[in-house]
Each structure stands twice: as C-alpha cells, then as structure tokens.
C-alpha cells in the first residue's frame, strides 16, 4: 500500500465525490484503490460492507462464504437477487460487484473459515471486516487478525440492535497501553443455545444494512487513514430506539 496508484479519466470522474473531500483527496483514493481487503461472510452484514467498498474504489475484495443463496436471505442479503437463488454467495456477490465496479478486483474464497487456513488468509490482506453470524467464527477471526497484524472491524447484530468496533490489538494507544483486543471485550462466548441465531430470533432487514454499512466506514477510515477509528469503543445501535451509545473497554493494565 506504499506506492503510488495513477487514477484512470474514469476513475477521476467515478470518485469525484470522495476526491473532492479534503480529508480523502487523490491520495486517499489512491489508497483505497491499493488496498486489499477480505470480508467474512457475504450475508446481512456482508452485503453493505461489499458493495459500498467496492462503490468507494477498493481494488481488491475477498469474500469468504461456504453457503448459497436461499430465499429467506433476500429480506436482508441485498448483495443477492431472485435470480440468484442456488448459486454460492460469493459467485453471486462477486457478479453484483463487478456490476457496481468493473475496476475492483474480486477474489472468492468458496469455503469455511477454520484453523488451517485462517491465518494464511488474513495475512494476504492489509485489512479484514468480520460479517459472521456465529461466535467460534468471531474468535477465530479475532485471533487470526491479532497475529497476523491486521485491522479488524467487528460487527454483530441482534434484532433490533447492533454493534460495531475496530481491533488492532498489536498496537498500543497514546498512552503506552496496548490496544484491547476481541477477547478483552468478550473474554469467552456465551454458553450453547444462550443466545438464538437469526433463523430462530429473527432480525430486521434493514438493521443489517444500518451495522453494515458503520463498518464500511470504519474501514475506509483505517484505509485512507482520516478521523477516530472505533478502538477500544464499542459502538452500539438501538434500532426501536433510534439511539447510538458508546461503550468504552480496555486491555488490562
């Protein structure tokens, strides 16, 4: 992510909006386009964070997903259509990529995330956004990510709320602290069948696209290196409320 990236005509014109931000300018934009990164899971979450960072100009994207496309993921999947129904989610969500940005790059990784090969993965990006829907997936992410090096944006959803945060926990804060890390926040998961999945609970369509599209924006900030990442904040959102809160966590002293 160090040298320099020429912006086509085209693109100039595409990323006008952004370019004429002063915080991202051309060379934030020809950050973005350098920059590689790898989202998990190409569902609720996944769909936003997909599609707005490939409309922002990211030039790589992974995805990672081993499911396909059904019918009860379209009330919130929005990456995904009627004519997609069978296919895998990443082949679908890449089609729809290529359909927003032919200048971004998508690499598709038809799998589960697991022990043997997380790591590996991660490392082959500069940043990665956790869209996963179960809590050994989170951990195993978290885990990977912290020694790999690699920005995390973590982000999950239950109903009617969400949160979001930012995890670089090989770095340290102003103070000499070391940044927390996943398991500072979540020392250990919940006890099997405590918290019910999105089949059994449900959840709100449009909440996804809310929590997701928070994430894309913490990671177009980690990228092109502007404002307050979410580190050591955990964003929460209300959706029956119409409330944010902050609920600030540390690594221990």
């Not at 002063?22 to 609720?44: D, F, H, M, S, T």
């Not at 993921?73 to 082949?91: F, M, P, S, W, Y």
């Not at 589960?112 to 993965?121: F, I, M, Q, S, V």
Request: net charge negative.
């Amino acid at each position: 992510m160090n040298s320099p990236t020429v912006l086509s005509s085209e693109e100039l014109e595409r990323y006008a909006r952004h370019i004429v931000l002063p915080e991202i300018g051309g060379p934030g934009q020809q950050r973005l386009k350098r920059a590689r990164v790898l989202v998990i899971g190409a569902g609720g979450l996944g769909a936003p964070v997909l599609q707005y960072l490939a409309a922002a100009g990211v030039g790589t994207l992974g995805v990672i997903d081993d499911d396909t496309v059904s019918l009860s993921n379209l009330q919130r999947q929005v990456i995904h259509d009627t004519e997609a129904l069978g296919a895998a989610k990443t082949q679908s969500a890449a089609a729809a990529l290529r359909r927003i940005n032919p200048n971004t790059t998508v690499e598709t990784h038809e799998m589960r995330l697991d022990a043997a090969n997380a790591t590996g993965l991660v490392a082959a990006y500069d940043l990665v956004v956790d869209g996963s829907d179960n809590f050994e997936t989170r951990y195993l992410v978290a885990d990977a990510c912290a020694e790999a090096q690699r920005p995390l944006v973590h982000a999950a959803v239950g109903r009617f709320d969400g949160s979001v945060t930012v995890l670089k926990p090989y770095e340290t804060d102003a103070t000499g602290r070391r940044n927390p890390s996943y398991r500072d926040l979540f020392p250990e998961p919940p006890p099997a069948g405590l918290v019910p999945s999105c089949a059994e609970a449900g959840v709100l369509g449009a909440l996804t696209g809310v929590i997701g599209s928070l994430q894309a924006v913490e990671a177009i900030k980690l990228i092109t290196g502007i404002g307050e990442p979410l580190i050591g904040r955990l964003l929460l959102y209300d959706g029956l409320g119409a409330r944010f809160d902050i609920v600030r966590y540390k690594s221990p002293a």
